[in-house]
Structure formats: structure tokens, C-alpha cells
């Protein structure tokens, strides 16, 4: 969903690019890529590279004052990366219960609570992919049930060693840290 085509955004229209053409390039299983030519405000042209996505979705789960978080490997990284647990959308299905299933499925655990913190997009300048951050507590242990070409080691950590591990650089994704920066106002002040 664009921002401007949101009634909940109020549009600066002065700014506004009016699409002229659009040239699908890839599509594939979790992104496509477009080539849009655009009409900018001057009425020169331009050309934008649009990669597509469903959504996702992200959880910050809280279990004894420890955080869980899962590190896999991300080939376009080409290392290893800890995260909490994560998952894209599937087509129609509701970001609340994608957040169930993501947590279930990466970390074992279900939920007695869990609520909505924010939604984010994460590159704005190509990319229309948001996720939707939840904060899931009262975690009851299952089991992992990850997707067959996902390989994953879940964990917990304490504040103080996730934020080690961001200065480490084996937490770098946005999600990741942003979670983790929540999760020390949830602890200093009591509320989010």
C-alpha cells in the first residue's frame, strides 16, 4: 500500500510522481521487481526501481526476562545473523496471526499475550515492504516447527547481551535492533 493512497497519511502533493509506465522485470517467490517510469513535479521524467513484497511480520517475545531470538544464515549477508522471529505474510492472512505462526513455527512458543508495537517500511527508497512488530509475553514452550529449507538455532538472551551482540554486528537488521531498543524503554519505564 502506498502512503499517499492511505487516507491515514496526509499527502504533501506538490511532491507527488505520477507513474507513466511500469515494466514487471522478476517475479519471484517472495519479491518482484519493477522498472516505473515517472513524472516528477518539474514535469521532467525519471525512472524508479520498485521491489515488491507481501509484508511481514517480526516478534519481540519476552520469556523470563530474556528475549528469543534465532540466528540463521542469510545468503545475502553471507554469514550468519541473530534475529527474532520473523516471517513474511502470507497471501490475505492477518499480520496478528502471522505473528502467532511465525513464533511458533521458528521458536517452539505460543503466546498467552501479545499486541501490536509499530509497523515500519524497511527501505522506502526501492522497496514497499512493511513489517508489522508485535511484543508477545506469558510464552509457553513447544515445539520448533521451522519451514523445510529453514535452519535456524533458537536462544534467549538477556538486554545486556543482545546489545552486546548489536555492537558485535551479529545483530544488524533493523528489526532486530529496534526490538531490542523497545525492549529497554519496556524495562526502564514499564510500558510501551
Not at 517500511?121 to 512493511?130: D, K, M, Q, R, V
Amino acid at each position: 500500500m502506498s502512503p499517499s493512497a492511505d487516507s491515514r497519511h496526509p499527502a504533501n502533493e506538490a511532491l507527488d510522481e505520477s507513474t507513466i509506465s511500469s515494466d514487471s522485470i522478476f517475479n519471484g517467490k517472495i519479491i518482484s521487481l519493477q522498472v516505473d517510469t515517472v513524472m516528477l513535479p518539474d514535469g521532467s521524467m525519471a525512472t524508479r526501481e520498485v521491489v515488491r513484497h507481501p509484508g511481514a511480520v517480526a516478534v519481540l517475545a519476552l520469556h523470563q526476562d530474556k528475549m528469543l531470538v534465532v540466528e540463521q544464515y542469510r545468503q545475502p549477508l553471507g554469514r550468519t545473523e541473530v534475529e527474532i522471529p520473523a516471517g513474511k505474510l502470507e497471501p490475505g492472512e492477518d499480520p496478528l496471526e502471522a505473528a502467532k505462526r511465525e513464533l511458533q513455527e521458528e521458536t517452539g512458543y505460543s503466546c498467552g499475550t501479545i499486541r501490536k508495537l509499530q509497523s515500519f517500511y524497511t527501505s522506502p527508497g526501492f522497496a514497499n515492504e512493511i513489517i508489522h512488530l508485535y511484543l508477545a509475553e506469558e510464552l509457553q514452550a513447544g515445539a520448533m516447527q521451522p519451514d523445510e529449507d529453514e535452519f535456524l538455532e533458537m536462544t534467549e538472551v538477556t538486554l545486556e547481551e543482545a546489545e552486546r551482540l548489536i555492537q558485535e554486528e551479529r545483530i544488524s537488521d533493523a528489526k532486530t535492533i529496534m526490538a531490542v531498543y523497545a525492549w529497554k524503554i519496556y524495562k526502564l519505564t514499564g510500558s510501551l
